[in-house]
DNA sequence: GAGTAATTTGACAATTCGTCAAAATTGGCG
DNA sequence: CGCCAATTTTGACGAATTGTCAAATTACTC
């Protein structure tokens, strides 16, 4: 139960395995309504124009009642950010299965950013309206913790692609470095490329007067730049590449779609 | 003038260049007593946290004072932030004066910007608060643009590092692309990977737990991964990088100390 | 020092938050 | 079916904050 209860909502189930009543059910089921209902608020009028009011009058019912749920607005939030988070997990996990070769699935996790940041655009905005003190700070121990498991999940993908490359050759560790660190490296090094990339394109007015016109373009070349620093087989080739890229594009908008469209499931401790 | 003045807060200098009243010599320096107070408040206790009210108060006035010289707390969060970005532009400047060669001038911008992180935590905070939506929306257009021309020199003192290191053959064009498209790429890898690793150490709970234990070491090494593969000379050598980072640090940061000393400028428009 | 112009003030209306006692609903049981 | 006890929902309340504006205060000129 990810609930907070500040009542008691759980009956005790007194006299062995006893089925839930609908009103259990309903119960059971109201913190998923409530980010259902949060969701597109949040997107609509951005975070801190939706009320705990707002919220409630979606979904037909008091703020008392929410708050039986959630302790507050940014519980709420960081509940939607480990959704989030979950959906881009599973792009990635999707993406995975598309590649020949090591570094094409290694790729295929790139483009899958890019697919979540344009296809599922306010999960991304969550998740970076969460990692702010203002909103870090008032939240629950516990509902911090489920989101860095959901992260963690995220990273370990990447790392798997990377020690299966180290594993079948197509990457070689230096003898100066541990397998450990190059992993960690090149995970760190293609996030903050990656992420630091796409965060800067959204929210940074400078970049066009900078000139810089197609940060995609670049931010995929840097990417390559790196892990062909290190050796990692197949080197990068531009039209192979570009090929590969183009083929996989759709699936992943594909499944970024599904995902989306996917009944939400609420995100238990 | 930076205020947004609700009322007529300057005088017509009726009849040729008159000196200035005490009184309105004071009302042209509160702009900056104000961000002065705020800014303390907003390091202790968060952004959120921080009320008109205990502005007005920390600095012995009401709320409608601070009303005639910035519309909301949202516009006094960009004019914090606009001089954030001044601050770090100066860091950069001064940090191109401490390399012997076009790469270690770009070596040092990155200390640099580390260094930013480490002395001045809170300038760093709120420049990443500014990134927000919610804060975004609410700010005025003249502000935004302040702001976005601060930031515009941070990237042109990068800018001008690459376009010397391209002119003195450091760094060579190849032919498929232009210098701009190179400059633009190169400045946007290099940024994203630091403002990313950067903000990805400050924010990411994951990190320690997925064992990036170094992620300093790793943004440089990634760097100049980046720098390597496009052959910028002279390439990398660790331990001439490591000397050359071990002597400029110290430096930096005594500049950095004095920066945050020196009395705090307005930002005007 | 008086008069005028400009600034500061603080009370006001409007929101929003989180709480909690009272009201309403649910489900068990005769 | 209908009553009772347990549980959930409600909405009124107190506290905090925002932005406004007419009235009070202050500053400056002559």
């Not at 119960?27 to 969701?39: P, S, V, Y």
Request: net charge positive; aromatic share 6%.
């Amino acid at each position: 139960m990810a609930e907070s209860t500040t009542h008691h909502l759980t009956r005790e189930n007194s006299g062995g395995g006893r089925v839930l009543t609908p009103k259990q059910l309903e119960i059971r089921n109201r913190g998923t309504r409530i980010l259902d209902a949060a969701f597109p608020l949040v997107r609509e009028h951005g975070l801190s124009a939706v009320s705990m009011e707002s919220i409630a009058r979606a979904m037909d019912c008091t703020r008392g009642t929410i708050y039986n749920h959630f302790s507050n607005k940014e519980d709420i939030l960081l509940a939607l950010a480990a959704r989030s988070v979950r959906r881009r997990m599973e792009l990635f996990r999707y993406a995975v299965t598309l590649g020949q070769d090591s570094r094409q699935c290694c790729a295929a996790i790139g483009i899958a950013a890019e697919v979540y940041v344009d296809c599922l655009p306010d999960d991304f905005s969550i998740e970076q309206i969460t990692r702010h003190d203002p909103v870090w700070q008032k939240t629950s121990q516990a509902r911090r913790k489920v989101l860095a498991e959901c992260e963690q999940q995220c990273i370990d993908c990447i790392s798997g692609v990377i020690s299966s490359a180290i594993r079948n050759g197509d990457l070689v560790v230096a003898k100066s470095v541990t397998q450990e660190t190059l992993v960690q490296r090149i995970v760190f090094g293609l996030w903050s490329l990656v992420y630091g990339g796409l965060v800067l394109e959204s929210t940074s007015p400078s970049l066009g007067m900078a000139g810089i016109s197609q940060p995609r373009v670049a931010i995929r070349r840097n990417c390559n730049a790196l892990l062909d620093d290190i050796g990692w087989r197949p080197l990068f080739d531009p039209s192979a590449y570009q090929k590969y890229v183009s083929s996989i594009t759709p699936k992943l908008r594909r499944q970024a779609k599904s995902i989306q469209k996917r009944t939400s499931q609420e995100v238990s401790a």
